[in-house]
């Protein structure tokens, strides 16, 4: 007798969600999103230096390994940045590698190249 009264709980409740979702959608259709477009400006600091900045970030994919990602920022920081930091275990080093990592990933390639560059090389 009970086993009666459940299946057509579930079969109802289910009905009635199916058909709440098909009327939420009809009703409410989400606005199409258009395409971003990229905002090139320019950024002036206290000492009148400028620099061109983009709205949009320039992410670059550095491997899957964090062993590769450390290969591939330390020659992003040699070439670009004209830095020079080693690999190795230890726990400060390594500590500084993934906040290194961290902080490619969330600001970009461009912004991170601009933060660690030494200051007489960054507005050449």
């Known amino acids: 007798m009970y ?10 409740s289910s009905i009635t969600a ?7 959608s009809y009703l409410y259709t989400e ?10 400006y ?3 600091d206290t000492k009148l230096n400028e620099r061109e900045v983009k ?8 491997g899957s390994t964090f062993k590769e990602k450390m290969v591939n920022l330390q020659k992003i920081l040699r070439i670009e940045c004209r830095r020079d930091y080693p690999i190795n275990n230890t726990r400060k080093v390594r500590a500084r590698w993934i906040r290194y ?6 600001i ?7 933060s660690h ?5 960054k507005y050449n």
């Open 3 to 12: 086993m009666e009264v459940y299946a057509s709980y579930l079969v109802g």
């Open 18 to 24: 199916f058909l709440g979702k098909v009327a939420y």
């Open 31 to 40: 606005p199409e999103s258009l395409p971003k477009e990229e905002v090139e």
């Open 42 to 44: 320019s950024l002036v």
């Open 55 to 62: 709205s949009t970030k320039d992410i670059r994919h550095l």
């Open 101 to 106: 990592v961290k902080e490619y990933e969330t």
């Open 108 to 114: 970009g390639h461009s912004e991170f190249v601009f």
């Open 117 to 121: 560059t030494s200051r007489p090389f």
